[in-house]
C-alpha cells in the first residue's frame, strides 16, 4: 500500500511536535518547512516554516539558509529584510549553493547586517566550578584505576596538558574504563572516534598508552586552536573543532553543554596555559 505525499507529511510534522523533534532528521525538517511555507498537506504556517527553516540553518544546513533568506527577502511572515537575506545567502554560497551565489552576485552590497535572533549562538555558559577538582569523583578515583592515574601523570606533562584535565576528560567519558566502547564507536579511555585515532596516529586505541597519549595529543591540538579555553576545548573534545568555530563557542547540543559542565565540576580553571609553540 501507497502512502500518500499528504500522509507523508502529516508524519513528519507529527514528528516534529512530539518530544524527538529536536533529534528528527534534517531532511524530514526541511521537508516540513517547505509544506508549511508552502500550504502542501497541511494548513499554510509562515512563522512555524521560518522557525524550522532557521533551527535548520543554525545548524549549518545550506538549504534551510537559502530557504529562509528566501523568505526574508520576499517578505514572507515578516518584514522585508534584503540585507537579513544577503547575510544568509552568503552563508549558503560558501557552501557551494549556487542559487544563493546568484543572488548574492545580484544584491547590492551594503554595511553588514546582522542574522536572525534565532541563529545567533547561545549565551556563555554559566559554569559552577567546584573548589576540589576531585570532589565529585567517586572516593577520589577508586584504587582499582591508580595504573591509569599514574600513567596520565607520567605523559600528560610531555604534551603541555595538565594531568588534571586529562583525568577529568578521562572520568566523563569512559569512566576509566579501558575498553569503552560508546554507540558512535568512541574508543578506550579517552573515547577516540576512528577518525580521531588515525588523525593522532593511535594503532590500538584499547591500549591504555597508545590511547592516553593520542588523547593528550588532542587535548594540546585544542588548547592551542581555543587559546586555552578550558570551556571551547572540552566543547570541542565533545563535538569537534568544526562545532565550535561555526558556533562561536559552544554549541547549542544538549550533549555537549552537559558533557562542558562536567568536566567544569572536575577540573575548576577556566583557562589552562598555552603548550609552548614549537
Known sequence: MRTSSTAKLALCCAMLHCACARAAPPAVVMATAAALEHG??????????A??????????????QYALGWMIINGRGGPRDEGVARRLFELAAAQGHEQAARLVAALPASVQAPLPACMEPDPPLQLELAPDPWAALPAAIP???????????????????????????????????????????AQGLMQLIPQTARR??????????????????????????????????TAAYNAGEAAVLHYRGVPPFHETRSYVRRIAMLYPHKIHPLPPTP
Open 143 to 185: 584504587p582499582q584505576h591508580n595504573p591509569v592515574r599514574q600513567l596520565v601523570e607520567t605523559l600528560a606533562p610531555q604534551y603541555d596538558v595538565d594531568p588534571q584535565l586529562a583525568l577529568a576528560v578521562i572520568a566523563v567519558e569512559s569512566g576509566f574504563r579501558v575498553h569503552a566502547v560508546s554507540p558512535k564507536n
Open 40 to 49: 502542501e498537506g497541511m494548513p499554510r504556517d509562515l512563522p512555524r516554516a
Open 200 to 233: 593522532f596516529a593511535v594503532a590500538d586505541p584499547f591500549d591504555p598508552e597508545s590511547n592516553v597519549r593520542g588523547g593528550l595529543a588532542y587535548l594540546r591540538t585544542l588548547l592551542k586552536l581555543f587559546d586555552g579555553d578550558v570551556e571551547r576545548v
Open 51 to 64: 522557525e524550522l527553516y532557521c533551527r535548520l540553518a543554525r545548524q549549518g544546513v545550506a538549504d534551510a
